[in-house]
Structures are given as C-alpha cells and as structure tokens.
T-cell receptor, first 113, second 112 residues
Framework: DTEVTQTPKHLVMGMTNKKSLKCEQH?????MYWYKQKAKKPPELMFV???????INESVPSRFSPECPNSSLLNLHLHALQPEDSALYLC????????????FGQGTRLTVV | GENVGLHLPTLSVQEGDNSIINCAYS??????FIWYKQESGKGPQFIID?????DKRQGQRVTVLLNKTVKHLSLQIAATQPGDSAVYFC???????????FGQGTELSVKP
C-alpha cells in the first residue's frame, strides 16, 4: 500500500463554519505534512509532524489547526476561514522527517464562500 | 502578495522526442531532491529522487541529473508520450528538518 488517502475530495464551507480535513497512510511513515497549493503555483509547506509531534509550523494562521491522533492519521481543523484560503490542500507522508520518498495524497479542493 | 498573471514556464515537445526539464535550486546545503509530476486536479506523483552524493540517477524512461556546482537539477524523459503531459516540480530538502521546498514548476505539453 503506497497510498495517502485524503477526505473529502471537495469541500465548500462558509466563513463561519468549522470543518476538518483528514489524511491517512498505512506505509509506516513517521512524518506527515500539510501543504497548501493555489492554482498554477507550487505546493507551500504548512505543517510537519514527526513521530506524531508538531515539528514545523510555517507561521500558519491559527484558523488552521493540525492534529495527529496517531502515526497513521493527520487532521487539519478549519475555523473562520477567509475566501483567500480557497485552495488545494495536500497531505504527504515520508519515512522520516528528512522528506525522503515523500508521497502525496490527491488533495482536498477547498472553497470558502 | 500573489503575482497575478504569472504563468508557469511551458515546454512543448512532439510525441516520441526526449524532454528535458530544468530546475535551479537555491540552498547549497540541500542534500536530497525529488521530481514530481502533477496532473490537473491531482496531487503530486513521485517520479524519481536523488541524493546530493550522486550526479545521476536513472529510472524507467526518466533520468535525473544533479550539478551541485551550479545548483541545477534536470529531469530527462525519453520518448515522451501524451500521458507525460503535466506540470513537473522539483523539490529540495534544505536540511531544515522536513522542509521539502518546491520549485515553481514547468508545464510539459506533448503534441501527438
């Protein structure tokens, strides 16, 4: 199994809503990542978890709240988002926090209205 | 802010030709690099990687070349096919504990 599974694939939410994005991998990877990607741009790193602990927060606004319940799961909790937060949110995992062999999920297409 | 109107570099090739996609990286301390392929509406797909102690690595129809002197990475695709049409990103691990940083990307268009 070399898959990173993200749910939902699409999400439309209002600015007052609370929602969560989910990511799962069963490759035994110990590092997991959240990236944000706008159209025609490269993915931008948001958070890195290593051994279930948050190791990097790239100065992401607090309306994005990551959570790593166990080594296979990664969540991104969303609250009071703005329309400019609309983007493709990508989850990735790798064997360790060096990023070596990082695999990506298919992403969640988020639209904030 | 965002560079409104910024377009991805584009490479257009004929089916069957070889493609070369280039990437310049910024951090001389980076020790690991990955090439990803991203099709429309999908996540980046791992193609091939290379460590900084190597100059060249080959996969199936793909070769990655690393020139550390000029901080340049290239991806060569042999006998390019229409299914190779996508945006290609290079990514570097800049030795800051998990920061896999992406380059700007190149859009490859294959003409049948």
């Amino acid at each position: 199994d070399t898959e990173v599974t993200q749910t939902p694939k699409h999400l439309v939410m209002g600015m007052t809503n609370k929602k969560s994005l989910k990511c799962e991998q069963h490759m035994g990877h110990r590092a997991m990542y959240w990236y944000k990607q706008k159209a025609k741009k490269p993915p931008e790193l948001m958070f890195v978890y290593s051994y279930e602990k948050l190791s990097i927060n790239e100065s992401v606004p607090s309306r994005f709240s990551p959570e790593c319940p166990n080594s296979s799961l990664l969540n991104l909790h969303l609250h009071a988002l703005q329309p400019e937060d609309s983007a493709l949110y990508l989850c990735a995992s790798s064997r360790s926090e060096t990023g070596m062999g990082a695999f990506f999920g298919q992403g969640t297409r988020l639209t904030v209205v | 802010g965002e560079n409104v109107g910024l377009h991805l570099p584009t490479l257009s090739v004929q089916e069957g030709d070889n493609s070369i996609i280039n990437c310049a990286y910024s951090n001389s301390a980076s020790d690991y690099f990955i090439w990803y392929k991203q099709e429309s509406g999908k996540g980046p797909q791992f193609i091939i990687d290379i460590r900084s102690n190597m100059d060249k690595r080959q996969g199936q129809r793909v070769t990655v070349l690393l020139n550390k002197t000029v901080k340049h990475l290239s991806l060569q695709i042999a006998a390019t096919q229409p299914g190779d049409s996508a945006v290609y990103f290079c990514a570097e691990n800049n030795n800051q504990g998990g920061k896999l940083i992406f380059g700007q990307g190149t859009e490859l268009s294959v003409k049948p």
